[in-house]
């Protein structure tokens, strides 16, 4: 299995740019979770997914963030316009968990290092 | 509320000393438990979990963790450290099967340094 791919690795942009991350999960599971890694906040969950629904967005920090899950192997995290502050290490995880099935440990990306300047 | 809390920022051992990265939580109903590791650049790396069952988990590069009820801990062990366990662990908690969907709670992480 190729484990969950994220791209790009690493993005520099500049201040106003729109940033598109972007995830395939492992092939079967049916969660995804993105996470948001700073040096200050730590390890802080965006937003995840339930067979491609939206389950919980409440860590979004705000509008100029969004995320999608057209289908089963892709989703996408969409900043707009982007800050410097949302410098950081952001990681995108699966799971195999349904209405209560699976014990639930996630698999992570190896993460997309944004820069904002 | 789910919370998890690490209370040492960093743990300093000796290589060949065991140690210990410490974890308690707060979960209503009986929790799932995990740890994870963080390589450098890297995303984080499943170690080990409980779910149910005997107290004392094993999980991988030989690590172990005891689940503590009446101290609601899950602290992470190893009987003799080596250079290379040199990492980022966190420890993630999540709630009981009727009232969550997947979702994990992580600790803000322990850096472990062993030294030769």
């Known amino acids: 299995d190729a484990g969950v791919i994220q791209s790009p690795r690493h993005e520099v942009t500049e201040m106003g740019q729109e940033v598109t991350l972007r995830c395939k999960p492992i092939?079967?599971?049916?969660?995804l979770f993105w996470y948001r890694q700073t040096m200050m906040r730590g390890l802080e969950l965006l937003i995840y997914f339930n067979n491609n629904v939206p389950i919980d967005d409440s860590g979004m920090p705000e509008d100029r963030f969004s995320a999608k899950m057209p289908n089963a192997s892709f989703s996408t995290l969409k900043i707009q316009p982007s800050e410097p502050r949302d410098s950081a290490v952001y990681f995108c995880?699966?799971?195999?968990?349904?209405?209560?099935?699976?014990?639930?440990?996630?698999?992570f990306g190896e993460g997309s290092r944004l820069t904002v300047l | 509320a789910q919370s998890v809390a690490q209370p040492e920022d960093q743990v300093n051992v000796a290589e060949g000393n065991p140690l210990t990265v410490k974890c308690t939580y707060s979960?209503?109903?009986?929790?799932?438990l995990f740890w994870y590791v963080q390589y450098p650049n890297r995303g984080l790396q499943f170690l080990l979990k409980y779910i149910t069952g005997d107290n004392l988990v094993k999980g991988s590069y030989g690590f172990e963790a005891e689940f503590n009820k009446s101290q609601t801990s899950f602290h992470l062990k190893k009987p003799s450290a080596l250079v290379s366990d040199s990492a980022l662990y966190f420890c993630a908690v999540r709630g009981p099967l009727s009232s969550n969907t997947g979702k994990l709670i992580f600790g803000q992480g322990t850096t472990l340094q062993v030294k030769p």
């Open positions: 995880a699966s799971s195999r968990f349904a209405g209560g099935v699976g014990t639930g440990e996630l698999f």
């Open positions: 979960v209503s109903g009986n929790p799932y």
């Open positions: 092939s079967g599971h049916n969660s």
